[in-house]
């Protein structure tokens, strides 16, 4: 998510995993076989599309936004408010980058600016003891490589929220409760769109993202764990 003064326009156009978050996400349920079992639908507020009604979806993936949550923009506030309105369904949520900062901000947790130079590249993570142990990590090591890219982080968690990983001190991954997990890196995007999204800012980063990550396993377990796609006995 993005507006047009800050997010160059059309910069995922021509990408060959296609141009926005509803391919990126349809591309891994393919790579997990997942394509006939979920049926994915798309809003980008900071364009202007309409909220649905909370009732509309069975699970919500909210993905990554080039802006700090606290800017406080119009479509964030919208964004924050519709979502405390989702955690009252009960039903799944993941939120990746720029939505764990916003599921966080919405459940009363808080968002800062990391010292320093931002997180960029592919990386392991740590998991805590509740992280090796959940669904959202299964089928991962205890260092999972993941897609890094992001100025800001969860300084505060909401209250009552697991961590399950960490990154230099950065909250990675949260169990909110109610099947609301979110992370602070990027599952739905392959190394290519990470070197084209943050390139523009840092220069040649050719190096800096790998193939080999943790994403497709992330999307399968949030699926598969919350129960939105049922276990085959």
Known sequence: MGDDDVLPKG????????????????????????HNDIELAYVDISQ???????????????GGSIHNVNEDRVWQRKGIEWLTQWRETSRPLLGMCGG???????????????????????????????????????NCTQQPKVHL???????????????????????????????????????EASASLMVRGWGGKLGDLSGAYHKEHVGVQIVSNFFVGTGVVPVAN
Do not use: C, K
Not at 48 to 62: C, R
């Open 100 to 138: 764990h900062q916003m599921a966080s901000v919405a459940l009363g947790g808080s968002v800062a600016v990391m010292d320093g130079e931002p997180n960029v590249g592919t990386e392991e993570i740590e998991l805590t003891e509740a992280g090796r142990s959940h669904f959202l990590f299964a």
């Open 48 to 62: 202007g599309d309409e909220l649905p009604d909370v009732d509309t979806f069975d699970a919500v993936i909210v």
């Open 149 to 187: 890219g992001h100025f800001d982080h969860v300084d505060r968690p909401p209250a009552g929220s697991t961590v399950l990983a960490h990154y230099a001190n950065i909250n990675m991954a949260m169990d909110m409760g109610r099947n609301w997990l979110t992370v602070q890196f990027h599952p």
């Open 11 to 34: 910069l995922f156009d021509d990408a060959p995993e296609g141009g926005t978050d509803l391919h990126w996400m349809q591309r891994r349920l393919d790579q997990v076989g997942l």
